[in-house]
């Protein structure tokens, strides 16, 4: 606590706190620290996250965490009442399973933070998830975040399940590799979707853009870093056809809300607009223009 006191007040501007006894003993001062940006926590934490944090923080980060559901419930409340951007990264967490003696009391504490949340706007919060589970996606159903960075192909398969009730959500940042048709049912909310890094087939792409083009309002898609994968051997000529229907389906639809960023390309990526109504083109580099200089 000595050393902890030694901080009180002053503006170190990043923190980082290995153990869940230094998370203890600091959150006697972490409110004082009027220009902490930073802060990473690591260690297990159970019952209600009794964090204060200071009004500069711009992103806490969960590094190795283990914490019951009712910790990171009061985390994201605590969160939202900072009145400006914070990142919530969720690096490594492992939420713990109640415990059996106390599970009827600890889910009637999660049912009334979730209830709590509800009724919070969170949507200045950004939530990066590298490690998840359903359980942790259940958490954020039909809150109003407003940015949420999906890193692993196994992050998005989880969090499809509660996308669209996602009421806020202006922002989603892909990444993983993905295949077959995209199954993803988006928010009405969603303004922009970015595929960060992302290798994914053409079927999924075709199917991503007939998706975002039943939103009712003008929409980015940046496709940032996109490796588009050739046809499997064994089910060429199946995905062929797969591919020619969306296509088909591609050239009947009204494109023109879908501003499309590219920055990394590929002719077959380019093929894959050729015909369309989209509204908006921005290429971000030469080889880009170069290329769709053939369907322009």
Same mark, same amino acid.
């Given at each position: ?17 290995? $153990? ?48 019951? @559901? ?8 605590t969160l ?34 979730? @209830? ?26 039909? @809150? ?26 202006a922002n ?28 994914? @087939? ?82 971000? $580099? ?8 053939e369907i322009?």
């Open positions: 606590m000595e050393l902890f006191e030694i901080l009180r007040d002053s503006s170190i501007g990043i923190l980082n706190l290995g $153990t869940a006894d230094c998370v203890l003993l600091a959150s006697e001062i972490l409110h004082t620290l009027n220009k902490l940006t930073q802060l990473y926590l690591w260690g297990a934490f159970t019952s209600r996250c009794d964090l204060r944090l200071p009004a500069s923080l711009q992103c806490i980060t969960l590094a190795e965490v283990e914490c019951s @559901s009712e910790w990171l419930c009061s985390l994201l409340i939202s009442s900072l009145d400006h951007h914070v990142e919530c990264e969720l690096c490594d967490v492992v939420l713990q399973p109640c415990e059996e003696a106390h599970e009827d009391e600890s889910h009637v504490h999660v049912s009334d933070l979730r @209830s709590e949340i509800l009724s919070r706007d969170l949507s200045n919060i950004e939530i990066l998830v590298t490690t998840c589970s359903m359980e942790l996606f259940e958490i954020l159903r039909d @809150s109003s975040i407003g940015i949420l960075t999906l890193r692993t192909t196994d992050c998005v398969s989880f969090a499809s399940e509660i996308l669209h009730t996602l009421n806020k959500l989603l940042n892909l990444w993983g590799t993905f295949t077959g048709r995209c199954d993803l049912r988006l928010p009405a909310s969603l303004q922009c979707i970015t595929l960060a890094e992302v290798e994914c @087939s053409s079927e999924w792409l075709c199917s991503l853009l007939i998706t975002l083009s039943s939103l009712d309002h003008p929409v980015k898609c940046v496709l940032w870093d996109v490796v588009l994968q050739s046809s499997e051997e064994a089910h060429g000529d199946e995905s062929h056809v797969h591919v020619s229907d969306l296509r088909s389906e591609i050239l009947s639809r009204d494109l023109s809300n879908i501003d499309i960023v590219v920055k990394t390309c590929s002719m077959k990526l380019f093929e894959i607009l050729r015909d369309s109504s989209i509204g908006i083109l921005d290429l971000r $580099t030469a080889d880009c223009v170069l290329l769709a200089s322009l």
